[in-house]
């Protein structure tokens, strides 16, 4: 069935699902009730972009989580929440090209 090698593997997804959910969007570190002032920014952006799939299958179960932190600094989050979706999303750069065929 399954080896320790597989085991090991699972453990290590759950523990970084559990990871980026803990710095999901609409968590209390930004909640203007709790942190008066504290708002998402750039970097933020670009972790709430890589970690969008993520969130928005756990936003299906919950309301806790959203998919964008509303609580953010304007453009500088925007232009990183767009990087991190590029990067999680919209594929790479695309460097090696492709072979055509003669």
């Known amino acids: 069935m399954f080896s320790n090698r597989k ?3 699972v ?3 759950l523990i ?3 990871m ?3 710095c999901a969007p609409g968590n209390e570190r930004w909640d203007q009730a709790v942190n008066p002032g504290s708002v998402a920014g ?3 952006g670009v972790w709430h972009g890589l ?3 993520i969130s928005f299958i756990v936003s ?3 309301d806790e989580v959203g998919l964008y932190e509303v609580n953010n600094t304007g ?3 925007n232009l990183g929440f767009l990087i991190g979706l590029y990067g999680s999303v919209g594929g790479g750069l695309h460097l090696g090209g492709r072979k055509r065929r003669c």
């Open 7 to 9: 085991y090991l593997l």
């Open 51 to 53: 970690i969008i799939v």
């Open 42 to 44: 750039f970097w933020a």
């Open 16 to 18: 970084v699902v559990l």
């Open 60 to 62: 299906l179960f919950t």
């Open 11 to 13: 453990g290590i997804i």
């Open 75 to 77: 453009w500088p989050y």
């Open 20 to 22: 980026c959910l803990s």
